[in-house]
């Protein structure tokens, strides 16, 4: 595993790629996370996918209003605004890319929406600005996968949440490496390596559970939803098709990473899941 300031230069480097700015802002419209299908939706149907799934946040949240909630690795606040708008929610989002949070800010101030979201440079690692117990809820959008030290996170949400405060969490597992073909796991070493991704090696499927007990919470519910998202991938897997070609063909596939990821994720699918974590911080 990196160093933390590796790490953190690495996922800096990431989303700052040409690549990255125009595919998120784009496609997604700067939201940075899976969409949530029934079997009716069409998989380009992005906008509302990607709602739906922030909709299953608030509700495993279940949260009263008004309560104090922490967005941690915000992107451009997309989800803290659902959070605001549709649950009630008081959301204090952070990040460590600016042109995130400045965008964040933007969106927020122009849907009247300053009082119950604010963005703030941080990085998950040390919450040291916020208060013992500030929170009563804390919640990572696909992110938690960029840590080079999960334990210190995990402590950090402990910290911040009050007793009984919920911790939900929207993240990957892997399959054990042993029980990959070497095709697989070179795919999947390569999108950990580009994607700035070093926790995923280590988060093997029940992994994150032990964590979380370990860092004092009760894990209430795993959901492996892999299934919910498996369209949108699919669009991702077709779109990146001719530039992960043409990237392999030059011999830069750096330069094309989100394109591999859509590829080999969905070739690959034995390799890794994606579920919803929710704890409760024990009193
Ligand atoms: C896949 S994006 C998800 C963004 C947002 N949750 C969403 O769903 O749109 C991951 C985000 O986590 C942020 N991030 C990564 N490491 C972080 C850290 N150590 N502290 C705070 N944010 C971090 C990235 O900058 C990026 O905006």
Redesign the pocket.
């Known amino acids: 595993m990196p160093d933390?300031d590796e790490?953190?230069n690495a996922?800096?480097r990431y989303?700052d790629r040409t690549e990255s700015r125009l595919g998120?802002l784009y496609l997604?419209r700067?939201?940075?996370?899976f969409g949530w299908y029934e079997a009716e939706d069409a998989r380009w149907r992005l906008s509302p996918a990607?709602r739906r799934m922030?909709h299953q946040l608030g509700r495993r949240l279940g949260l009263e209003t008004g309560s104090r909630v922490l967005?941690?690795?915000?992107?451009?606040?997309?989800?803290a605004r659902t959070m605001a708008v549709h649950f009630g929610l008081d959301v204090t989002g952070?990040?460590?890319?600016d042109f995130?949070l400045d965008e964040a800010r933007r969106r927020s101030e122009k849907a009247g929406l300053t009082e119950r979201t604010r963005f703030v440079e941080?990085?998950?690692?040390d919450l040291t600005r916020f208060e013992d117990e500030e929170f009563d809820g804390a919640y990572?959008?696909?992110?938690f996968v960029?840590?080079a030290d999960p334990e210190r996170?995990l402590a950090e949400f402990h910290r911040v949440l009050r007793p009984g405060g919920r911790l939900v969490m929207?993240e990957y597992s892997r399959t054990p490496e042993a029980r990959l073909t070497p095709a697989a796991r070179a795919a999947f070493d390569a999108v950990c390596e580009l994607g700035?991704m070093p926790a995923w090696h280590r988060l093997n499927h029940g992994d994150l559970e032990d964590l979380l007990e370990s860092a004092s919470f009760k894990v209430e519910s795993v959901d492996d939803v892999t299934a919910r998202m498996l369209p949108m991938l699919r669009m991702f897997a077709l779109l990146g098709r001719v530039p992960y070609a043409l990237a392999r063909l030059l011999g830069k596939t750096e330069k094309a990473v989100n394109a591999m990821s859509g590829v080999e994720m969905w070739k690959h699918q034995e390799a890794w899941h994606y579920n919803i974590y929710t704890a409760t911080k024990k009193a």
């Open positions: 933390r790490s953190i996922v800096l989303y998120y997604l700067g939201t940075k996370h990607m922030e967005d941690a690795g915000c992107g451009m606040g997309e989800v952070i990040d460590i890319l995130n941080c990085d998950y690692h990572t959008m696909e992110t960029h840590t996170v929207f700035a």
